[in-house]
């Protein structure tokens, strides 16, 4: 048993003072109520919040974060965006993955992440061929998340085409491509390895309406457990929603909750551009749409109508997906400022006199765990699980402020560094904005990171 004492923590009922919270030797909390910090193992005199879920990585791109911001003599888009990276994952070698799994799981943590969904589709070797280990990538994966004791839900894809209708993958696709009945297999495989690693479960991801056929998608349906995460790339791009519709005569978001059963195991990451009437069935779906505010600006996707879809019931969590800056107060911030922007308006995101960060934080951390079939991490509640993060009570952007203000000034004013300590499962594995691998773990990505460029 571990015992944890807090001054001031942001429980399922809001924020209480003077709790003591018990986390048994499984990681769950056997115990939350009065206390005293004597009788404690750990005292935080900081803001305890619960961890949030990451629920939307490609970990390998953060090694080309800073790269891509060139800009070339046609217009720049997501698709020149993607030819860089096709470029640069063409070299990536399992332990070079692992490298830079490792290095962002540790940038997370510090963020107050504490779990990450990871979209994982590079499969196969640098010539495109199986490794003999179908799982050999996803073990790097599995590795980095042990290291750093993230909690991992892998989400391995499924990508076989290059566009709508069954386009031949193109050459730079090959390390994604496989069979369904190979992903099948690797899928099975995974889920062996979950159940002897802690903190690991596993959905699945067909990458995207242009990645994967209808029949494969159903048959992929058909072959899982219904309790399984799903994951899908949806309407990020304008070009993908004229594709789909010259395809189909449908919109991807129409086109998809026409074909599947859209229900809570459902993750449809951007969801971006979307009619008042596709907001309206998702939002009734109780699936979560996955919202990665740095990188659709990065990327120039557009703005989700998040504001709308909220009022509506809509489940909203959040992602870093490409990487390029590793911030859970920057998505937040960027979330509601785009909302803002678009509208003109204040506040979008929050309800009548409460905290808008509180607001967006909460359901993002309710809706991510859902979206990672997690519920259990997603609020310092008995029962759960002992993952929270410490806000620094003497960082400029919290000192002095009422509690009711804390999340705001968090996620308005301050950045990673507000961030104190984290723990996973009632073990601290972020200590004074520290993690104990961390050293090691930037030497070897410092070393990745000369051999990738070299090779650029
Ligand atoms: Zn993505």
Not at 15 to 29: A, F
Not at 292 to 311: K, R, S, Y
Not at 389 to 408: C, E, Q, S, V
Request: proline share 4%; hydrophobic share 40%; with cysteine.
């Amino acid at each position: 048993m571990i015992k944890h004492y807090f001054s001031n923590i942001l429980s399922g009922d809001g924020w209480q003072q003077d709790l003591l919270m018990t986390v048994d030797p499984s990681g769950r909390i056997s115990a939350l109520a009065e206390g005293s910090a004597a009788d404690a193992d750990y005292s935080h005199s900081g803001y305890a919040v619960p961890g949030m879920a990451n629920v939307h990585s490609h970990a390998f791109q953060r090694a080309m974060a800073g790269l891509a911001e060139v800009s070339g003599e046609q217009a720049d888009s997501f698709w020149s965006w993607r030819n860089v990276m096709y470029s640069f994952l063409g070299e990536i070698n399992p332990d070079q993955l692992q490298a830079i799994a490792s290095q962002l799981y540790v940038e997370m943590l510090k963020a107050g992440f504490t779990s990450v969904g990871e979209f994982h589709y590079l499969h196969n070797d640098i010539n495109g061929q199986a490794f003999s280990d179908r799982a050999e990538m996803s073990k790097s994966i599995v590795a980095a998340a042990q290291e750093t004791s993230i909690g991992l839900t892998l989400l391995p894809v499924l990508y076989q085409y290059s566009g709508f209708g069954a386009a031949e993958p193109k050459a730079q696709q090959y390390r994604f491509t496989q069979s369904l009945d190979q992903f099948v297999m690797l899928i099975d495989e995974l889920q062996k390895r979950a159940g002897v690693v802690p903190g690991m479960n596993v959905g699945v991801a067909p990458h995207s309406l242009r990645a994967v056929d209808p029949e494969s998608l159903a048959e992929l349906m058909n072959s899982i457990p219904k309790s399984m995460p799903c994951h899908i790339h949806i309407a990020e791009q304008m070009r993908e929603v004229t594709d789909c519709q010259n395809w189909s005569g449908q919109r991807p978001v129409e086109w998809l909750s026409n074909n599947v059963e859209l229900s809570n195991r459902w993750c449809l990451i951007h969801a971006t551009h979307v009619l008042a009437e596709e907001v309206a069935s998702v939002a009734q779906s109780g699936a979560v749409v996955g919202l990665c505010p740095i990188t659709e600006a990065n990327l120039g996707d557009g703005i989700f109508p998040a504001g709308d879809f909220m009022n509506r019931g809509g489940k909203i969590a959040l992602g870093s997906d490409s990487n390029i800056l590793v911030s859970l107060a920057e998505e937040c911030r960027l979330l509601e400022y785009g909302q803002r922007l678009t509208l003109q308006s204040r506040n979008i995101l929050g309800s009548m006199n409460t905290s808008t960060g509180e607001q967006i934080f909460t359901q993002a951390v309710s809706g991510g765990h859902q979206a990672l079939g997690r519920p259990g991490n997603a609020g310092l509640e008995i029962g759960g699980r002992g993952s929270f993060a410490i806000l620094d009570p003497k960082h400029p952007a919290i000192i002095g402020k009422p509690t009711r203000a804390i999340i705001d000034s968090w996620l308005f004013a301050g950045d990673n560094s507000v961030v104190k300590d984290v723990a996973i499962d009632g073990k601290l594995v972020v200590v004074d904005g520290h993690h104990s691998a961390e050293e090691a773990i930037l030497n070897r990505f410092g070393t990745v990171m000369a051999e990738l460029v070299a090779s650029l």
